[in-house]
């Protein structure tokens, strides 16, 4: 089931790659963004996640909670340099893919095709050589399309975005805006 703006955020509890314990419903009553990424060396994801970590020192300022979910295992985001430096925030491998499903997150053929018209490919393979990304072994889907979530101090969804395509994700601004550091 697909999460909508209005609802309560669906909680769940996860190990992160530092093996801390983390459940979502402990940060009831800060501002929450939770962001589904494909895998460990997906170029689009790890992009993204780089573009937030220049904003890292804002986004801890302003109080709000990140939380990133990869569908790759803890053992394989802690193998990564890249991630490893992602600390304070929760860095969750969820390679059975339990925190996606209850947030309905999607595997689809056609929007990864889609990422072929509307993202620059060029570009993610200079990523992935410059982030020293490990290579995909196969472990992982090539179909899963990431998600975001925004969520206030109730803990009410205050947005739901699905991608339209594996390098889908809210825009920077806007997650900025919503922390309030825009």
Not at 5 to 30: C, Q, W
Not at 122 to 134: E, G, H, M, T
Not at 144 to 159: Q, S, T, Y
Request: hydrophobic share 35%; net charge positive.
């Amino acid at each position: 089931m697909k999460i909508k703006a209005g609802m309560v955020a669906p909680d769940f509890s996860a190990t992160d790659i530092y093996n801390r314990e983390f459940r979502l419903s402990d940060h009831k009553g800060k501002k929450i963004i939770v962001s589904f990424y494909r895998n460990v060396s997906c170029p689009f994801c790890n992009r993204r996640v780089h573009q937030i970590m220049g904003n890292n020192l804002a986004l801890q300022n302003s109080g709000t909670q990140l939380v990133f979910l990869f569908e790759s295992s803890n053992q394989k985001l802690t193998q990564s340099i890249f991630h490893q430096g992602i600390s304070p925030w929760p860095l969750i491998g969820d390679p059975t893919l339990t925190v996606y499903k209850k947030y309905g997150v999607e595997s689809s053929i056609l929007k990864s095709i889609n990422t072929l018209f509307k993202a620059d490919i060029k570009q993610a393979r200079n990523d992935v050589k410059s982030l020293n990304l490990p290579p995909n072994d196969n472990e992982t889907s090539q179909n899963l399309i990431p998600a975001d979530f925004l969520i206030d101090e109730n803990f009410v969804v205050v947005k739901a975005h699905y991608g339209d395509n594996i390098d889908g994700h809210i825009p920077l601004d806007e997650l900025k805006k919503f922390a309030n550091i825009a």
